[in-house]
């Protein structure tokens, strides 16, 4: 993104447009999934700090934000959002944790099994919301 955080990252094949191993934090600007992939994964044991900007999965069998396997997101501020049926905003799993303090999760979805925040279940994946608002 821009110094000023109103660049703009938009993917342009199948492979995630952002993949956090270490650490990774987004203050503005916004990245978009417009393929059957992810904006923004974090794995293993990544850590994402999200306080501002946009993150936008606009591709059915897409995702805007998945955490995965131990890694750990917080969101304080900003956009999640799926405008997409057959597509996620925000999907945990396996160990992962996402909180949420502020900011707005939306799924724009109509299909029954759409979620706006999508957490699996499996071994200790958690979610906290303390804050924001989550629509769908």
Request: net charge neutral; aromatic share 8%.
């Amino acid at each position: 993104s821009s110094a000023e955080g109103t660049g703009k990252i938009v993917s342009n094949g199948s492979n995630e447009i952002i993949y956090v191993g270490g650490a990774f934090s987004m203050t503005g600007g916004t990245i978009q999934n417009d393929t059957s992939s992810y904006a923004l994964f974090v794995n293993g044991s990544g850590k994402a700090d999200v306080s501002g900007g946009s993150i936008i999965n606009a591709a059915k069998n897409g995702y805007a934000v998945q955490v995965n396997s131990n890694a750990s997101m917080n969101f304080s501020n900003g956009t999640i959002q799926n405008t997409v049926n057959g597509g996620q905003a925000v999907y945990v799993n396996t160990s992962a944790k996402f909180t949420m303090t502020g900011g707005k999760v939306m799924q724009d979805s109509t299909y029954s099994s759409s979620a706006a925040i999508y957490s699996n279940g499996q071994k200790d994946s958690s979610v906290t919301i303390a804050g924001g608002e989550v629509i769908s």
